[in-house]
């Protein structure tokens, strides 16, 4: 059974770089059909979806997050990872890493978050100013 455990730092400061790492185990993340994921919930906030790194190894982006963001992986530690850039306090947020499966569709942008098969349990970072 494939599952996900998120890890990094819990407090982060302003404007340096927030760097998480998604650990994929009972699976793999070249040959299992899925985009590993990365979405974050603010407080009293809505799921945003941030980016992924399909078993194909292409990425993708939320527009809004993309200029901060860059996701990659280790295929041999079966590991992705993070970054995003110059933090501020309104990236405070549980993080969760995801395994959003499309089948045989293309991604469709406005609902990465509905289409998630698997979750991880989510960590609390939160940006100090």
């Known amino acids: 059974q494939v599952q996900l ?3 990094g730092p819990g ?3 302003a404007s340096q770089t927030l760097s998480l790492t998604c650990t994929v185990s ?9 985009y ?3 979405i974050r919930q603010p407080p009293g906030e809505g799921l945003e979806w941030i980016g992924a ?3 194909s190894g292409s990425t993708y982006y939320s527009p809004s997050l993309q200029s901060r963001t860059s996701i990659s992986r280790d295929t041999s530690k079966n590991h992705f990872t993070l970054r995003l850039t110059s933090v501020a306090p309104e990236d405070t947020a549980v993080y969760y890493c995801a395994a959003v499966d ?8 406005s609902m990465w978050t ?7 349990q989510g960590t609390q970072v939160t940006v100090s100013s």
């Not at 009972?26 to 899925?34: K, L, N, R, V």
């Not at 499309?102 to 942008?109: I, T, V």
């Open 5 to 7: 455990q998120e890890s």
């Open 11 to 13: 407090l982060v400061k």
């Open 26 to 34: 009972g699976g793999s993340i070249t040959t299992d059909p899925y």
């Open 36 to 38: 590993w994921s990365w």
């Open 53 to 55: 790194i399909a078993y």
């Open 102 to 109: 499309w089948g045989d569709e293309r991604p469709a942008w």
């Open 114 to 120: 509905q289409r998630v098969r698997l979750w991880g």
